[in-house]
């Protein structure tokens, strides 16, 4: 997800950069569209990082649940399930992969692992997907 983030945001791993992936979130409805993909880019750059690093785990899996539920919402929700049809299918995927993350906990070599929300549990879980949904909400009724 990091390396998504790069994409958008610098044009890094055969991206697009800003400047077309603001173009790209303008005609899906989100405006200003450069300012959603800053957003957006920095949400799956941070929240990628966090997640590989252990670092603010609850807060990481929050950024890359919201951006997955705006990715559904917007892109592939139309598109049914599977991911072959241009479906939800890795978005679901991706969000079910940082909530785990954030209930199993980043594991004993995590920067997190000295802190009380590197243990994981239902609280961490819990704040990252209220965290997500609620960003997610916040974006999506601009």
């Not at 958008?8 to 790209?24: I, S, V």
């Not at 990481?60 to 929700?77: C, D, E, F, S």
């Not at 978005?91 to 906990?105: D, E, M, P, R, S």
């Amino acid at each position: 997800m990091a390396a998504h983030g790069a994409q958008k945001l610098f044009g890094l791993f055969g991206g697009d950069g800003l400047t077309a992936t603001g173009k790209g979130f303008e005609a899906l409805g989100y405006r200003p569209g450069t300012l959603f993909a800053v957003l957006g880019g920095l949400s799956e750059l941070l929240g990628g990082l966090g997640l590989a690093l252990g670092l603010l785990t609850p807060l990481a899996a929050a950024a890359l649940i919201g951006v997955m539920i705006n990715a559904m919402v917007t892109v592939t929700g139309a598109h049914g399930l599977w991911d072959t049809d241009g479906g939800v299918e890795y978005n679901v995927a991706i969000a079910v992969v940082a909530l785990a993350v954030a209930a199993i906990g980043p594991g004993r070599l995590a920067v997190d692992r000295f802190f009380p929300w590197g243990r994981g549990g239902w609280g961490a879980a819990a704040v990252a997907l209220g965290l997500g949904g609620i960003g997610a909400a916040i974006t999506l009724a601009l």
